[in-house]
């Protein structure tokens, strides 16, 4: 079996990272495209070094742009790939443009989508992941899901029970194979922070960096925290944060570019509370145990704040700062949700070599 697996943003090379080996165990011939959404050093070529993943075999220089402009970028040069490659799958992750491009251009051309991560749903239609899970879940032929809560929200859109498969978090996979490399890995004294206190901090989405007075209301949280603030900040986020003087040098938050992904892990690990819009930190955060703060209106994560590791909080100041207090003193003794393990690899490998239902129509197409 031959499938291409298409990445494009931080996120996606981070669930690529365990399955590549399991997929190569499973004799099935999995091949990179990387379509060059995310572009710089520190939000692509770090990940692929620090987890060992194989170079992308067609680099498609995407780039920025709206979101039609890079979606049907990357369609185009997608579909001339799929046409010429003719893979049995494509296999696509999470919800980023990028996975959204790759699942309509696989589908036009007759090549089945497997989806990883399907499911997950924040009911929120403002944002474009929530749009581009809901289209890829309905173009995929198998969907592959982190939790259950993804299972009853396919079934109730009415996708086929026979092309959904519970394998579990890749996310949660790949913390579990990384921790043991971290060991001893010091890394909040290198940005002066002292170990289990301090505040980690990423913030991205537009509902925020795009709101001037939501966030200015997180800037202003993050001054008065109850402890020292580190903030690796997306590029995206960079030049809105200027205009609130957060990182000056009066500042307690310390602003650093992105950093690598063992690095990130070792600063969840290693804080004393994580406060973030990021998805994939809400889950990390879950799985070294320490408490998170999601400054969001909704999250689809809500699996964290059922197990006790998460509470969804407005980016409102004094809320903010409350929800701090009680994530510092909360116990951390929630277990991780179910499949949230290290074999979630090996389940996509089995579910893809047990076989991919065809979409409708597709016999004799
Ligand atoms: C994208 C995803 C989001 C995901 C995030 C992960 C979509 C719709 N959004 O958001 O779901 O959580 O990635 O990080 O796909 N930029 C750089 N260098 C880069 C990449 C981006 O400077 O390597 C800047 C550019 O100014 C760009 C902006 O960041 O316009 C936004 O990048 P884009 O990929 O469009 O969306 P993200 O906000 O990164
Ligand atoms: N991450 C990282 N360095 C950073 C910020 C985040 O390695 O400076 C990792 C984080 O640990 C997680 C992933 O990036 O594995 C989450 O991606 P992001 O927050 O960009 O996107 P989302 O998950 O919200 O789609």
Not at 96 to 114: F, I, M
Not at 132 to 139: C, S
Not at 333 to 362: F, H, N
Request: glycine fraction near 6%; charge should be negative; include cysteine.
């Amino acid at each position: 079996m031959r499938v291409i697996v298409v990445v494009g943003a931080r996120p996606n090379f981070i669930k690529v990272g365990p399955l590549m080996p399991a997929l190569a165990a499973a004799g099935i011939h999995a091949h990179i495209a990387h379509t060059g959404q995310h572009y710089d050093s520190a939000m692509s070529d770090v990940f692929f070094a620090d987890l060992d993943i194989p170079e992308p075999e067609w680099f498609l220089g995407v780039g920025s742009g709206t979101h039609a402009v890079q979606t049907g970028t990357a369609m185009m040069k997608l579909e001339e790939l799929f046409s010429a490659e003719r893979p049995d799958a494509v296999l696509v992750v999470g919800d980023v443009n990028s996975t959204l491009a790759a699942a309509l251009a696989a589908v036009k051309v007759h090549v089945p989508v497997v989806h990883l991560e399907a499911g997950l749903r924040s009911r929120d239609m403002s944002m474009p992941e929530e749009v581009n899970r809901l289209v890829t879940d309905q173009l995929s032929a198998l969907l592959l899901t982190p939790v259950t809560e993804a299972d009853a929200n396919l079934l109730a859109e009415g996708v086929d029970p026979a092309r959904i498969v519970f394998v579990g978090n890749i996310m949660a996979e790949s913390v579990l194979r990384n921790l043991p490399r971290i060991e001893g890995r010091d890394v909040c004294t290198r940005f002066g922070m002292a170990e289990n206190d301090y505040l980690l901090v990423t913030v991205h989405r537009p509902e925020n960096t795009d709101h001037p007075e939501r966030l200015a209301e997180i800037a202003a949280a993050l001054e008065s925290a109850p402890l020292p603030v580190l903030f690796p900040v997306h590029p995206r986020t960079r030049p809105r944060l200027a205009a609130y003087g957060v990182g000056e040098a009066s500042s307690r938050v310390r602003l650093t570019e992105p950093v690598g992904y063992l690095d990130m892990l070792a600063l969840q690990r290693d804080a004393a509370a994580v406060l973030t819009d990021s998805g994939g930190v809400q889950e990390e955060a879950c799985m070294v145990r320490t408490p998170c703060v999601t400054v969001r209106r909704n999250t689809e994560r809500g699996i964290t704040i059922d197990v006790g590791a998460n509470e969804l909080v407005s980016a409102e100041r004094e809320l903010i700062g409350v929800a701090l207090e009680r994530a510092l003193a909360k116990h951390r003794d929630w277990s991780p949700p179910e499949r949230w393990d290290e074999l979630v690899a090996s389940r996509v490998a089995d579910a893809l070599t047990d076989g991919i239902p065809p979409l409708a129509g597709y016999e004799g197409a």
